[in-house]
């Protein structure tokens, strides 16, 4: 995470050079009291927020919550886009978690500070003082994409009531740590609320707010002969994904043979999903490729096997086979990447 500390007064300017030293931050202070390693600030205080502020993961203040207050209100957007914004008084004594808390990763990074100066840190959203799992955190420990954002503040409503929230997961999901005393209710006539943390395609509760934390772990494989259209791409993929009941939403990358990098059909299919391209180079997929069925005419085409399908197990590190199929000059491979994914405090570490 690539944090900004920020003070003003010459005693708030040392305890932010303790603290930019431990998170291997950048420093800003007014420039009598900067130091070789930090940086000057310039000009007009909340000018200079506004230009720093999106150009930071998070930022910590050491000065009054008032001044900070006033210096971001102009620069706020929303709970998912917001850096994290943390607030130290000059003394030390406390660490506040004051924006995005739980997405943008305030309310740890208010422990992280806490831990370095021996601050009291403050933390005032609700499931943190109710003691309930925040589905914000869990998405973002996970690399979970929340669908139906406009129902989390619903959703998230009914955790802090104490009402009943029906959990319906795909497997791995099922071994996260935190869900273990959420998965008792199977009734879903009598749920208040509906949590969805899966790769498949799902129909809407009926009158029920639901939130959907949807997994990036499908890569696709794919091979195709030169100058293929978007249009024959996309259909492929998509009715495949249709037939299998998976989301397109859960595709993580698209992954090829390097001398496919100028295909415009591809270029355009991984714009319009919105993934990352992944090329091996024949070398990479010859690594792999005694895995799978070897094709002599791709062999003698391009100079290696097989590409969809020693792709798409590269770039799923040696995930599980969903499907695999060929349709007029294409050939598609998809993988599954088994296992859950946690990144949890690596980004303050």
């Known amino acids: 995470m690539k944090v900004a500390i920020i003070a003003l007064t ?13 998170l291997k931050g950048d420093v800003y202070v007014k420039e009598k009291y900067s130091t070789p390693e930090g940086y000057a600030i310039e000009g007009d205080f909340i000018d200079f927020v506004h230009k720093i502020f999106r150009k930071y993961q998070g930022l910590v203040f050491v000065m009054a919550t008032g001044i900070v207050v006033r210096a971001i209100a102009g ?14 008084d000059e003394k030390g004594k406390f660490a506040i978690s004051l924006l995005s808390g ?3 990763g305030a309310n740890r990074l208010a422990l992280k500070v806490a831990s370095i100066i021996g601050a009291q840190p403050v933390i005032t959203t609700a499931t943190d003082v109710e003691g309930v799992i925040s589905l914000d955190v869990i998405a973002k420990d996970y690399g979970y994409q929340i669908e ?6 619903k ?12 959990f319906i997961l795909d497997e791995d999901a099922e071994k996260i740590p935190l869900l273990k005393d959420y998965l008792k209710n199977r009734d879903d006539r009598h749920a208040d609320a509906f949590v969805y943390i899966t790769d498949k395609e799902i129909k809407k509760p009926l009158e029920k707010p639901y939130v959907i934390l949807r997994p990036k772990n499908i890569v696709i494989g794919l091979g195709c002969k030169k100058g293929i259209a978007f249009e024959d791409l996309f259909l492929f993929v998509s009715e495949t994904f249709k037939k299998l009941n998976l989301s397109l939403k859960s595709i993580k990358s698209i992954a090829t043979i390097d001398i496919k990098k100028e295909e415009k059909g591809i270029q355009h299919l991984a714009k319009f999903l919105k993934v990352p391209l992944v090329f091996y180079t024949k070398e990479d ?8 069925p070897i094709s002599d005419f791709v062999f003698h085409t391009v100079g290696v096997g097989s590409v969809a399908r020693p792709s798409a197990y590269l770039a799923s ?4 086979e969903i499907a695999y199929l060929k349709k007029n000059g294409m050939t598609l491979a998809i993988y599954k990447k088994e296992g859950l994914t946690w990144d949890g405090l690596k980004s303050w570490e």
Do not use: C, M, Y
């Open 155 to 166: 959703v998230s409503a009914a955790f802090v009531n104490g009402e009943n929230i029906r």
């Open 148 to 153: 139906n954002k406009e129902d989390l503040k």
């Open 102 to 104: 739980h997405v943008g």
């Open 317 to 320: 590190s040696g995930g599980k």
């Open 75 to 88: 620069v706020v957007k929303d709970k998912f886009t917001d850096p994290a914004v943390v607030v130290v």
């Open 10 to 22: 010459k005693n708030a300017s040392k305890l932010a050079n303790e603290i930019g030293q431990k």
């Open 285 to 292: 997929l010859k690594k792999v490729e005694d895995k799978f």
